[in-house]
């Protein structure tokens, strides 16, 4: 899912943990988790099984799932999937890592389960965790300027051959100085990417379910496609804000706090995933002007479900339009792209009346 195959690399490098990259998603783990998950389960659980599976299949003897509570399914995921694999014939051992908000006693059991006895003295835990973290927020750094560049780099390839470089300079880099040095060298290589400043460029905000949000398989790598029609993309979800602690999300550089203030004049609490901060992070895109705002969701999804009934209201209010994509194992690219063209069109045609407006000359388009 989106950076993570990089920071798990990190970590497994870290704790000398011996482990099995799974393959990256297709079509058949997509078919292997729907064949095996309950049909009106979420797409990230029957992707998740899916690549377990494969993951088994090619000689793990444990698996790793996130845990947690709260008003979503994801925390039942793991003894559901559990379950599905026994009933399959698999046997291996599933540690659950739970976050430290739902319990720093279960965080604690299941980061030692992870890197085993030896080395989970809490001093030696704690120093890793913390460079790993950092690790983290420069990769989803990287993912930001590539968002932010793509739609206005002067010559095609540039921003990509960027963020190939930055990220293997950030791979290499171990201790807290390395990993600070390998953040100069990645922003600087960012910075000399050329820039077409004479390209109109429109800006699109993207929010969402994460799993969606950051999996370009299943997004159908959105941001290239929005970069190479000329659109600054910014996202408001990131593997790093979220386990930031804190709630301080240095990458989408709004704080929990301010997230749902943003969203107050239409949700005020709580309702699982990620479903407030797409209404607040919807609010934010709007009231800085983006033209546009899209939405993932996997189909079934409840925390989004109830997010897509309050960006009716943000849209019409705040004048933004905000395209909901709803994603399951049926979604075919070529309609996302069409849909997608038309939000590009409607965009370009607001940008056109706003300019006519202020000019005082008739919108007629
Ligand atoms: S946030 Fe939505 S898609 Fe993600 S696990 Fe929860 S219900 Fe499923």
Same mark, same amino acid.
């Given at each position: ?16 943990? =011996? ?5 990256v ?22 992707a ?20 947690g ?30 976050p ?14 992870? /890197?085993?006895? =030896? ?13 790993? &973290? ?44 390395e ?11 960012? !910075?000399? /990417?050329? &820039? ?15 799993? /969606? ?6 997004? +159908? ?10 659109? /600054?993309? !910014? ?16 990458? +989408? ?8 203030r ?41 925390p ?7 960006l009716?209201?943000?849209?019409? !209010? ?7 994509l709803?994603? =399951? ?8 792209e ?28």
């Open positions: 899912m989106g950076n993570l195959p990089f920071i798990v690399e990190d970590l497994a490098h870290r704790f000398d943990i =011996d482990y099995i990259e799974p393959p998603f297709s079509e058949e783990t997509v078919r292997i988790g729907a064949s095996l998950a309950p049909e009106f389960a979420c797409l990230p659980l029957k998740v099984v899916g690549t377990f599976v494969q993951a088994l299949e090619a000689g793990a003897d444990t698996l790793l799932m996130g845990g509570s709260g008003p979503c399914r994801f925390g039942y995921y793991a003894e559901l999937q559990r379950r599905i694999l026994e009933k399959e014939g698999y046997r291996f051992n599933l540690i659950v890592l739970d430290p908000s739902t319990s720093l006693k279960a965080a604690y059991s299941g980061l030692r389960g992870i /890197v085993g006895p =030896d080395v989970a003295r809490l001093g030696t835990l704690v120093r890793e965790l913390k460079r790993a &973290l950092a690790k983290v927020v420069v990769f989803d750094e990287i993912e930001k300027w590539v968002l932010a560049l793509k739609g206005r780099e002067a010559e095609e390839g540039s921003v990509a051959r960027a963020a190939e470089e930055a990220r293997q300079v950030t791979s290499a880099a171990f201790t807290g100085k990993i600070r040095r390998a953040r100069r060298e990645a922003q600087l290589l960012f !910075e000399e /990417v050329p &820039l077409d400043d004479n390209r109109q460029h429109m800006r699109f905000g993207l929010v969402g379910e994460i799993f /969606v949000v950051l999996e370009p398989y299943f997004n +159908f790598d959105i941001g290239n496609w929005l970069g190479k029609r000329g659109v /600054v993309v !910014e996202r408001c979800v990131h593997i790093a804000d979220t386990v930031y602690p804190g709630g301080r999300n240095p990458i +989408f550089g709004y704080s929990d706090r301010q997230v749902a943003a969203a107050s004049p239409y949700l005020t609490h709580e309702v699982g995933g990620d479903g407030l901060l797409s209404v607040g992070a919807t609010a934010i895109f709007a009231s800085r002007g983006f033209d546009a705002v899209i939405h993932f969701l996997p189909f079934t999804c409840m989004e479900v109830i997010a897509k009934s309050v009716f209201r943000v849209s019409e !209010e705040m004048g933004i339009p905000v395209l909901s709803t994603i =399951d194992e049926q979604t075919g690219r070529a309609g996302i069409t849909r997608m063209e038309a939000l590009l069109d409607l965009a370009r045609s607001r940008r056109r009346r706003a300019c006519r407006e202020v000019a005082g000359l008739s919108v007629a388009t």
